[in-house]
């Protein structure tokens, strides 16, 4: 007997995301309160970090196939919660970094820009974090159509895992599909068919995506599959020569740590002074 979502092997590449529910004049006002330096670093603008945590929860139901908190009771609560959680921590982290290249830009050569210079400055690094087409020539793809599709495709990762961990004992090995088509990429290819112990600890290294926006996943299958498919040498000579081609922020397993976002995410790397503000989530509301 052998396990297959089947919502995996029938994914597309995910679909462009969805944008941020901010209006050209929210977006307008957020630039306009930066230069003037009511924002800044330390005084974060909490409607943006709202619509970011907004919408990576939102993601997260999709990847648990939720369409409303009133079926939260369906679903595996505490996991959940804590995954809420760790978008807060990134939605803040990512607000900080935002508005850090904002602030940064305020000034050339010493000089404060006006606002109409900054302004495009500004607008740059908005579509550069968020993507769309406020004062771009055309619509940008930003950084966040990437961390939204990897909340859907991280908690699908769990809804997997969860089920591998509690078929263990009748499915107690996984196997690595990474779907053989014009899509594949070079750096997923080694890891196609890759079959291991459900306990081997690979699978906390690479339990989901081996890269952004990655397609592949682990099926479990029986005993009798996985001996006849299970080396260990060969498992071992396939992981380290491929090991350090898993991207940092992606390295883990979601379904373990209660994480969608790692510490190697780019968006928690702070500098020092900033540090002790980061510990408590940079001013921002964790709900």
């Known amino acids: 007997m052998q396990r297959v979502v089947a919502h995996y092997l029938n994914r597309e590449i995910m679909p ?8 050209t004049k929210e977006i307008e006002s957020l630039i306009e309160k930066v230069h003037s330096g009511e924002i800044d670093e330390f005084n974060l603008p909490i409607e943006y970090y709202y619509h970011v945590n907004f919408l990576l929860k939102q993601a997260l139901y999709k990847g648990f196939e939720i369409k409303n908190e009133t079926e939260l009771s369906d679903k595996p609560l505490k996991l959940v919660e804590e995954l809420k959680t760790n978008i807060a921590h990134f939605s803040a982290a990512k607000t900080f970094q935002q508005t850090k290249d904002m602030t940064d830009a305020l000034t050339k050569d010493g000089e404060l820009l006006s606002f109409s210079q900054f302004k495009k400055e500004a607008a740059d ?12 020539d055309e619509e940008k793809i930003g950084y966040l159509q990437t961390e939204y ?17 509690a078929d263990k004992e009748v499915l107690p090995y996984v196997m690595r599909n990474e ?3 014009e899509n ?12 291991v112990p459900v306990s081997d600890p ?34 071992n000579k396939t992981w380290e020569e491929n090991k350090d081609n898993i991207s940092p922020m992606c390295r883990g397993n979601s379904y373990k740590t209660r994480e969608i976002f790692n510490k190697d995410t780019p968006a928690f790397d702070v500098p020092g002074k900033y540090l002790e503000f980061a510990k408590k989530n940079f001013g921002l509301p964790l709900d």
């Open 16 to 23: 462009k995301t969805p944008q941020l529910n901010l209006t």
């Open 202 to 235: 690979i699978c906390n290294e690479l339990g989901a995506e081996i890269h952004p926006n990655c397609r592949g996943f682990w099926e479990q299958v029986d005993k009798e599959t996985g001996d006849d498919k299970y080396d260990k040498e060969e498992v």
């Open 149 to 165: 599709n990897m909340t859907v495709s991280n908690a699908q990762h769990c809804v997997n895992w969860e089920r591998i961990e």
């Open 184 to 195: 594949e990429c070079e750096l997923c290819e080694p890891y196609n068919n890759l079959t």
């Open 125 to 136: 690094i908005y579509a550069r974090y968020n993507g769309g087409k406020f004062m771009q």
């Open 179 to 181: 779907v053989e088509d």
